[in-house]
């Protein structure tokens, strides 16, 4: 069927500084103005309006109403990276179907330019499109789309990012202007849209404000939520409010200013991570003002959700905490956290938050998309991202999303930017297969070392677990091959198995230390400084991290991987891991056999932070730098919510995508433990106690095997 819809913007005569803008604000590289562009169309039908399929999109971020009614925003995040000013080869459109009422449908949408957060990725220029079909009482269908017959204007109200003035004027409505040349390549989204939620504060849903009172009211709500300011004033004058946005104690650095002159609903644009929302409020007018505030909490839906419960209450806490850190990670892109929203270049993060969503949530689609925009960035730098480490993660992530649904075809649009990574990195090796001239060696952990942040260590800190990542991307590759038996790619099995062989072989020649039985975190041979890699110190280093890294890829034989784990887990002089880093300990820990040492000994070490915090999750255990600010949100440290459930279940995949499984459940000293994990054939259920054999429910299209 043809496109209904044209991409329109603002005419281009009249607002010549409001066409481009940056593709990502933290790489402004194009000329342009802030703007707040607004498109309006009114459309008056013979029969009644039944429903609508509505298809809309916009560049750079969107909102949309029909019958004043919010529909929905968007787009569905493009993707992006840090220091790559590319604009991504898909723009996505969303897709809604809404109920109407009446002869008459009104649409209007705001589109902003620039984006407000990192993750906002824009084409490089302001644009809107919408196509929709209605369904008439009568039964038959309109198709009517966005073109010249659409009124634009710029809503001079909202003068800069988070400003929002009524006294200012809204600016005339003129025809919109069809775009020349549409520059996006729209795609449907292959994910449900965000859902809108309204949450109400604790304690008082309304304030008033005095005839000329100036006064601070702090707004709490239940936990932290991803969400948008939301207030209601009745007022007869200007009421000028600064809205200031905390999860627990530490404001973010985008207030919002507001300013009411009558009676108004105001919605924000940005969304921030919030606890408690502070709002200034002066009321100039000569009568008293009511202010009522709330949120606009947005998350990516939930259909399936697991659950955990055992005879600790701390873990149930951690659990509960890790599962709704996920809950408000998950947008459209998993978020490193609602605070930093950060463009998809933390793939540490969503690695780990690919594993527990499919312990906790079970819709593995929006992962699944993460991994092909990721691979769409890296088809456009020829296998580069920022951060070093979290390109080969990337393998480990599309691994183990192929192992928890079967997804071929995910793995085989994956093999050309698979391609592109393992032949970048080949390029950093020497003739040993060892990676020895790559750009830096980030990301290992959020600590400091002797001056030195394990964000971007010197080689003396960093090589050992960057080769280690090599090793296991390179082994996960081979697999990733032999599943997607695709006859183009085939060929590159032997040629990568054959790296891994080299590297092995060499891995420990070049990183372990006779002496004290150990592997060391790098060499201490000088190379030079670039802005991510800093001068080489001339001293060896021993830390848990490339030691865990090491056993947890097999780059030792099982029997020296034990030992050494014991090692580095017992020995409190070496620097210590984050929560981030310590899902690595446990993944090897369970590989190695023992997890019943270490594993919930580990898993406890959350139980001080989640009870000081109570309604998120801290982003680490002790501050890396000083003067840093934590936040609550950042579901990196959300492991146990994976942990708990699969270990205990003693979980094994044994064909992809639940097709048959292993299932071993342990308690590990526990008295009773009651765990529902969601599955693509609804919930597995089992029931534990200490002295009687578990209580199993198994979707019957599963095959298990318990032992």
């Not at 499109?129 to 001079?156: H, P, Q, V, Y």
Request: include cysteine; glycine fraction near 8%; charged fraction near 25%.
């Amino acid at each position: 069927m043809e496109q209904q819809g044209k991409w329109i913007w603002l005419d281009r005569e009249r607002h010549p500084l409001e066409q481009e803008c940056p593709v990502s604000i933290a790489n402004p590289a194009r000329p342009g103005n802030y703007c707040m562009a607004e498109f309006r169309r009114t459309y008056d039908f013979r029969w009644e309006a039944v429903s609508a399929k509505i298809r809309v999109s916009g560049d750079t971020v969107f909102r949309l109403l029909c019958n004043n009614r919010f529909v929905g925003a968007g787009p569905a995040a493009a993707g992006g990276d840090f220091g790559a000013n590319l604009p991504m080869p898909r723009h996505f459109i969303n897709e809604y179907e809404i109920d109407l009422s009446g002869v008459r449908v009104e649409f209007l949408a705001q589109v902003q330019i620039p984006g407000s957060a990192l993750c906002d990725w824009s084409q490089g220029r302001g644009g809107f499109f919408l196509e929709a079909e209605i369904l008439l009482e009568d039964g038959s269908r309109r198709r009517i789309g966005t073109g010249s017959d659409w009124e634009a204007r710029r809503n001079g109200r909202y003068p800069a990012p988070d400003v929002y003035d009524q006294r200012l004027d809204g600016g005339p409505w003129e025809p919109a202007w069809e775009i020349d040349e549409p520059v996006w390549n729209l795609t449907p989204a292959p994910i449900p849209m965000l859902d809108f939620q309204t949450v109400q504060p604790l304690g008082a849903r309304e304030f008033v404000v005095g005839a000329g009172e100036e006064r601070v009211i702090s707004v709490e709500f239940d936990r932290i939520y991803s969400a948008c300011l939301r207030l209601y004033a009745e007022v007869t004058g200007p009421c000028e409010i600064t809205a200031s946005f905390r999860e627990l104690d530490r404001a973010d650095d985008f207030p919002e200013e507001i300013v009411f002159n009558h009676d108004s609903h105001y919605l924000g644009m940005r969304m921030h991570s919030v606890g408690t929302v502070d709002l200034h409020v002066r009321n100039r007018a000569s009568l008293p003002a009511l202010i009522c505030p709330s949120l606009s909490f947005c998350s990516y839906p939930v259909r399936q959700e697991g659950r955990f419960r055992c005879a600790e209450p701390a873990f149930d806490r951690t659990y509960d905490l890790c599962k709704w850190a996920l809950r408000i990670c998950r947008q459209t892109l998993h978020l490193d956290s609602p605070r930093h929203q950060e463009p998809l270049a933390c793939t540490g993060d969503y690695y780990i938050e690919s594993l527990m969503t499919a312990a906790v949530f079970g819709d593995m689609r929006l992962a699944r998309l993460d991994l092909l925009r990721t691979a769409d960035r890296l088809r456009q730098t020829d296998g580069w991202m920022f951060h070093t480490s979290y390109s080969l993660i990337w393998v480990l992530m599309l691994e183990d999303v192929y192992r928890f649904t079967g997804d071929k075809e995910l793995v085989r649009e994956c093999l050309p930017a698979l391609r592109a990574l393992l032949k970048r990195f080949h390029s950093y090796a020497d003739g040993n297969g060892v990676v020895t001239t790559p750009p830096n060696y980030m990301f290992l952990d959020w600590i400091v070392v002797d001056g030195y942040s394990l964000h971007h260590p010197p080689k003396a800190l960093g090589q050992t677990a960057l080769n280690a990542f090599y090793y296991g991307a390179l082994r996960a590759a081979v697999r990733l091959l032999q599943a997607a038996d695709d006859p183009e790619y085939r060929q590159f099995a032997p040629i990568w198995r054959e790296r891994a062989d080299r590297l092995r072989v060499s891995f420990a020649d070049y990183f372990y230390d006779e002496e004290k039985k150990l592997f060391f975190d790098g060499q201490d041979t000088p190379e030079p400084t670039l802005r991510w890699r800093p001068a080489n110190p001339s001293r060896r280093y021993f830390s848990k991290h490339g030691n865990i890294l090491a056993v947890l890829f097999g780059l030792c034989e099982p029997a020296e991987g034990r030992r050494i784990l014991e090692t580095v887990l017992d020995d409190p002089a070496l620097p210590d891991m984050q929560p981030y880093f310590t899902h690595f300990a446990l993944e090897a820990v369970w590989k190695a056999g023992l997890f019943s040492k270490y594993g919930l000994k580990l898993l406890r070490r959350w139980d001080e932070m989640t009870a000081a915090t109570g309604k998120g999750l801290q982003e680490g255990w002790v501050k890396p730098e000083e003067g840093y600010a934590f936040d609550y949100s950042h579901a990196w440290g959300g492991t146990p919510a994976y942990q708990l459930p699969m270990r205990l279940l003693g979980l094994e995949m044994l064909e992809p995508g639940y097709r048959r499984i292993r299932l071993v459940p342990r308690l590990y000293g526990l008295k009773w433990a009651e765990i529902e994990l969601p599955t693509p054939y609804g919930p597995l259920y089992c029931r534990m106690e200490d002295g009687r054999d578990p209580v199993l429910r198994i979707p019957e299209e599963i095959t298990a095997e318990i032992c």
